[in-house]
């Protein structure tokens, strides 16, 4: 059969692609993810997905879990952004805590950093 594209793209939500890579032995997407050319995307950069309150609703032992499994995936199939960056800019505390060390360390000033928590309430705002 002639392939009459030069891509062909398919779209994976990302609790399939966690679970693909967290429960292997009972889902039918990995085998897809281990034949895939390149996967693009798999975090959203802008937001804290480090932190206490991410929306993924992983906590340390499910992440260690899942970016063992993406490392292993990323040995055979090119992902991007790089697994290191989206660490680095997915703990956003430690990545604006190094910066602002990095900044005094050379006499710059540095705006204070403050961590909020979103209250269910829009209108107050409570410590974490």
Not at 7 to 30: E, Y
Request: proline share 5%.
């Amino acid at each position: 059969m002639k392939q009459t594209t030069l891509f062909d793209i398919k779209l994976m939500i990302f609790d399939n692609f966690f679970d693909a890579l967290t429960t292997p032995a009972s889902n039918s997407h990995l085998p897809t993810l281990y034949r895939t050319d390149l996967i693009l995307a798999w975090g959203n950069l802008s937001i804290n997905f480090m932190g206490p309150n991410n929306p993924y609703g992983w906590n340390a032992s499910s992440f260690n879990l899942f970016f063992s499994a993406l490392l292993c995936l990323a040995e055979v199939t090119a992902i991007w952004l790089d697994q290191a960056e989206n660490i680095t800019y997915g703990n956003k505390i430690s990545y604006l805590s190094n910066a602002a060390a990095i900044a005094q360390h050379y006499e710059y000033e540095t705006p204070a950093i403050f961590v909020v928590d979103h209250s269910k309430e829009p209108n107050i705002l409570a410590p974490s």
